[in-house]
């Protein structure tokens, strides 16, 4: 089965350090989307990449977030620099946009879990 | 713009009882519906689909059908087993949103032996 990677799986670190998340979306796939989770505020969407440009990342906060797609094998979300309300599960999910009516099914990896101490 | 409501939990259910989880939304044009399911310690994956109106989407012993007369796409299955226990999510895909899928908050169901 085709899958979505992403590493790390777990991530401890402390306030202040740079911390990198990266994905493999599925061979073929041409958006990308990155999701955090909490109890809290539920499944949010930070960033959303079609044919790797970013369409929209109105969801992230700018000053520490970053997201890129270098190419069309990688994508990666960087928090520089980490705060503890960061901690959350990262997703990342790969589709094939092919326009019309929108139904496209996304595939999630496994996730990120982040924990800023 | 997009939005979608769903029932809230947790949901705890005894195995072989029926469930239904409630979701109804709000989306400008015709969009596609769906439920995922998250299981513990794993990422969504999808459990079923409709994309238009009258469709009924299934997967193991779930259903749901595109009410557009009442914006509904309620989960339902006949018989619940431990192995259902998850969160489950609504979600819709406008063709009008560029952010693609719009989630529900989730709902988690609970089944005991």
């Known amino acids: 089965d085709a899958r979505v990677t992403q590493t790390p799986r777990h991530k401890v670190t402390e306030m202040g350090q740079e911390v990198t998340m990266r994905c493999q979306p599925i061979?073929?796939?041409?958006?990308v989307f990155w999701y955090r989770q909490t109890m809290m505020q539920g499944l949010e969407l930070l960033a959303y990449?079609?044919?790797?440009?970013?369409?929209?990342d109105s969801g992230m906060p700018k000053d520490r977030f970053s997201a890129e797609m270098p190419d069309a094998t990688l994508a990666t979300l960087k928090i520089q620099p980490s705060e503890p309300r960061d901690s959350a599960v990262y997703f990342c999910?790969?589709?094939?946009?092919?326009?019309?009516?929108?139904?496209?099914?996304?595939?999630f990896g496994a996730g990120s879990r982040l924990t800023v101490l | 713009g997009d939005s979608v409501t769903q029932m809230e939990g947790p949901v705890t259910l005894s195995e072989e009882a029926f469930l239904t989880i409630n979701c109804t939304y709000t989306?400008?044009?015709?969009?596609?519906l769906f439920w995922y399911v998250q299981y513990p310690g794993e990422g969504l994956q999808l459990l079923l689909k409709?994309?238009?109106?009258?469709d009924k989407g299934s997967n193991k012993g779930f259903e749901a059908t595109y009410r557009k007369e009442t914006t509904s796409f309620h989960l339902e299955k006949g018989s619940v087993q431990v192995s259902d226990s998850a969160v489950y999510f609504c979600?819709?895909?406008?063709?009008?949103?560029?952010?693609?899928?719009?989630f529900g908050s989730g709902t988690q169901l609970t089944v005991l032996p």
């Open positions: 061979l073929g796939h041409n958006t």
């Open positions: 990449f079609r044919n790797r440009a970013p369409l929209d």
């Open positions: 979600a819709l895909s406008s063709s009008g949103s560029a952010r693609q899928l719009t």
């Open positions: 989306a400008t044009g015709y969009p596609s």
């Open positions: 409709a994309t238009k109106a009258d």
């Open positions: 999910a790969s589709g094939l946009w092919q326009g019309g009516t929108g139904a496209n099914v996304l595939t």
